[in-house]
C-alpha cells in the first residue's frame, strides 16, 4: 500500500466531472471547502477547509484533518480533545472543488466551544430590526472548552 496519495492533473470537463479520477480543484489560496456531517444523522457539524495535504492525510488515515486558515496550520481534529472524526464516507462533489465528509465522532461533539455541532445558533428571517438576535438552537454544551483546552484565549478566533 502507498504512502501518498497522488492526484491526477484536470485534462477534461468530462474527465472531471464524469470520470473515475481523483483531481481536486484547489482555490487561488490551495484549499478545497469541507462540509462535515454526522454519519448517523446526517446534522451539519461544521463547515472546514482542507488543502492537499489534509486531504491526503485525510485519505491515508480514516481521519478528518484540515487545514486552519486563521493559524496557518495542518490540525489532525481532535489531536488536542480527543474528539476525533472517523471518517465514514468521503466524497467529492461534481466538478472537484468541495469535499463532504460523513464522520462519527467520540465523544460526540465538533465545536471547539463545547457545542456539538458549530451551527449551533440560528438567524430569524423575516421583515423586521436590521439587526437580528442569534437563537441557541442547542441548549447545553456537549463539553467545556476551559476543561480541554484551557484558559487560553482561543487561537482559532481572529
Known amino acids: 500500500m502507498s504512502n501518498d496519495v497522488r492526484f491526477f492533473s484536470r485534462l477534461t470537463i468530462e474527465q472531471v466531472e ?37 486531504l491526503k492525510k485525510t485519505i491515508l488515515t480514516g481521519e478528518a484533518h484540515y487545514w486552519s486558515r486563521s493559524r496557518k496550520v495542518l490540525w489532525h481534529k481532535g489531536a488536542t480533545s480527543g474528539l476525533v472524526q472517523k471518517v465514514e464516507e468521503l466524497r467529492i462533489d461534481d466538478d472537484q472543488d468541495a469535499i463532504w465528509l460523513r464522520v462519527s465522532v467520540n465523544g460526540d461533539a465538533s465545536c471547539h466551544v463545547g457545542y456539538r455541532s458549530c451551527f449551533y445558533r440560528s438567524i430569524p428571517m423575516g421583515e423586521g430590526p436590521d439587526e437580528r438576535t442569534l437563537q441557541y438552537e442547542e441548549s447545553e454544551k456537549s463539553f467545556d472548552p476551559k476543561v480541554v483546552y484551557g484558559d487560553a484565549p482561543n487561537p482559532t478566533i481572529l
Open 18 to 54: 464524469e470520470g473515475h479520477e481523483l483531481a481536486p480543484k484547489f482555490d487561488a489560496d490551495g484549499l478545497l471547502p469541507c462540509v462535515t456531517t454526522a454519519h448517523g444523522t446526517g446534522e451539519v457539524l461544521m463547515l472546514g477547509y482542507m488543502n492537499a495535504e489534509a
